[in-house]
């Protein structure tokens, strides 16, 4: 049975930092793309970064880059997502998600397999 389960997430004032964590079990991590979505109040899930199974590659939404950075460790089945710079619009439940093998080029939620509960992220202006 495959789980992902995110923690981290909580309340920051704008310009502020948190680090969301992923905890996976259940999958072959260390050959699955990675992926955090997120989804806010009235808005659809939207991809906010991918990274490839080996961590060489990683993509970025447009929205969050240059602020958040995607890594993985292969040994504790973990992903990350660091998060700075933070600004109210990026308030939203974020979300871990899977797929396994090589291919990890899309931001489509419906390429994922797997995905955790979500964590809450609000940032205050």
């Known amino acids: 049975q495959v789980q992902l389960r995110e923690s981290g997430g909580g309340s920051v004032q704008a310009g502020g930092s948190l680090r969301l964590s992923c905890v996976a079990s259940?999958?072959?991590?260390?050959?699955?793309?990675m992926a955090w979505f997120r989804q806010s109040p009235g808005k659809e899930r939207e991809g906010v970064a991918t990274?490839?199974?080996?961590?060489?590659?990683?993509m970025y939404a447009d929205p969050v880059k240059g602020r958040f950075s995607v890594d993985r460790d292969n040994v504790r089945n973990t992903l990350y997502l660091d998060m700075a710079s933070l600004k109210p619009e990026d308030t939203a439940v974020y979300y871990c998600?899977?797929?396994?093998?090589?291919?990890?080029?899309?931001?489509?939620?419906?390429?994922?397999?797997?995905w955790g509960q979500g964590t809450q992220v609000t940032v205050s202006s």
């Open positions: 998600a899977a797929r396994a093998g090589d291919a990890c080029d899309s931001f489509e939620p419906g390429f994922f397999t797997y």
């Open positions: 990274i490839y199974p080996r961590g060489l590659v990683a």
């Open positions: 259940g999958l072959p991590f260390s050959t699955s793309c």
